[in-house]
């Protein structure tokens, strides 16, 4: 089945420097959808790309889709305390179905 | 929270009880999933329903049971509580779409501590 990988697993920041997770499939994807999900809280949807080489921003936030539609990658620029948070990618896995990948825990150090 | 409620926020069982967590949506999504969040591992699917009283497994589905008598409700069961450390099970609903582009929305989630 389709796998989705992200690293790193961990990411310690200063605040203020900048921050990159990157995706990586086995498999093209259609679509990838970015999800942030805050130390106790749950997972909510920040974007989805659709398009090969697509990139969108939102704020800080950048992110890319790949040429081959098989990555993409989250940078975030000047991170804040409020950038906490686990962040994850997804893509289809099937009829309905969404794989998440494994995640990118990042923490900043004020 | 997008409309979705998960109940209780903590549960204690003791080992090879049977214990049932609520997912109740007011979103008008035809679609509900549940997932175990492992760490390092992010989110595992382990049900998920397009329709009233209609449902598929997931990757991790052993140990588990639903029901989806209701669009609005999609209860989850774990059969088997193991002696494992604390798990936390999300659920989340979406539109019927076109092949995993829905967004999807997520209740607060259960945490389950097995005694």
């Known amino acids: 089945g389709q796998q989705v990988m992200q690293i790193p697993q961990y990411q310690h920041v200063q605040e203020g420097e900048d921050f990159t997770t990157y995706c990586n499939s086995s498999?093209?994807?259609?679509?990838i959808q970015w999800y942030k999900q805050r130390p106790g809280g749950h997972p909510v949807f920040l974007i989805q790309?659709?398009?090969?080489?697509e990139v969108k921003k939102q704020k800080r936030l950048t992110f890319q889709f790949g040429e081959a539609k098989k990555n993409s990658s989250l940078h975030i620029t000047a991170t804040q305390t409020t950038d906490v948070g686990t962040y994850f990618c997804?893509?289809?896995?099937?009829?309905?179905?969404?794989?998440f990948g494994t995640g990118t825990k990042l923490q900043v150090i004020p | 929270d997008g409309g979705i409620t998960q109940s209780p926020k903590y549960l204690f069982r003791k080992e090879g009880q049977n214990v049932t967590l609520s997912c109740e949506q007011n979103?008008?999504?035809?679609?509900m999933y549940w997932y175990r969040q492992d760490p390092g591992q992010g989110l595992r699917l382990i049900y998920y329903?397009?329709?009233?009283?209609?449902?598929q497994k997931g990757d991790i589905a052993e140990g588990y049971s639903v029901s989806r008598e209701k669009k609005e409700s999609f209860p989850l069961t774990v059969t088997s509580a193991k002696k494992n450390p604390t798990d936390f099970y999300l659920c989340?609903?979406?539109?019927?779409?076109?092949?995993?582009?829905?967004?999807?929305?997520f209740g607060p989630g259960t945490r389950l501590l097995v005694l």
């Open positions: 989340a609903s979406s539109r019927l779409g076109n092949l995993g582009k829905e967004t999807q929305y």
């Open positions: 498999t093209t994807l259609s679509n």
């Open positions: 790309l659709v398009k090969s080489g």
């Open positions: 997804a893509g289809p896995g099937g009829y309905q179905k969404v794989t």
């Open positions: 979103l008008n999504h035809d679609a």
């Open positions: 329903s397009q329709i009233v009283n209609d449902f």
